[in-house]
């Protein structure tokens, strides 16, 4: 018999990047079919998106809620700090130029605080530099489903810092 830590559904069957082995209740979606978490003791991960634009949000919350995830949401950094200290989120996706506090700004907010300072950080930009403060991943407008999705679940598996990644839209 599998571990709870490494059991996503039935016996043998290997967990989605975005499925967390954790004793909650509740459902969470794996290999597109819904287990109950009190029986697998799984959660899902928890995404914070921060955006000032609100179609650009409801549009990737949509997409990210579709693939299992948990989202929250932020109009702007200032936002987006107190969410994190509040809810913990397991990755954080922004915007680069926002109101109140930025991206970048948001990152360093992020990397001084010892509870925080773990946070994967996704920054999605339409800017041509972006100064390397903090984020683990840098992806640029437009930002593709796929690039966005393939970004979240290799920094919750614990890969490498992402330097820099293109939309598969800028080419």
Not at 109 to 131: D, H, K, Q, W, Y
């Amino acid at each position: 018999m599998q571990s709870r830590v490494a059991a996503c559904g039935p016996e043998n069957e290997q967990p989605k990047l975005n499925c967390r082995p954790r004793k909650t209740t509740g459902y969470v979606s794996c290999f597109s079919k819904w287990y109950d978490q009190k029986t697998w003791g799984l959660t899902m991960a928890t995404v914070l998106l921060a955006d000032d634009d609100r179609q650009l949000l409801r549009a990737f919350q949509t997409v990210l809620e579709t693939e299992g995830f948990r989202v929250l949401t932020a109009p702007d950094g200032e936002t987006a700090m107190a969410i994190v200290t509040a809810e913990h989120p397991d990755i954080v996706v922004t915007d680069y130029m926002m109101p109140k506090v930025d991206g970048v700004e948001l990152c360093r907010r992020l990397r001084a605080n010892r509870a925080t300072a773990g946070i994967p950080v996704v920054v999605i930009t339409a800017a041509f530099t972006v100064p390397r403060d903090g984020w683990s991943a840098l992806l640029t407008k437009p930002v593709g489903i796929a690039d966005l999705l393939s970004a979240i679940r290799s920094l919750l598996s614990g890969a490498p810092s992402i330097t820099a990644q293109k939309s598969r839209n800028d080419a």
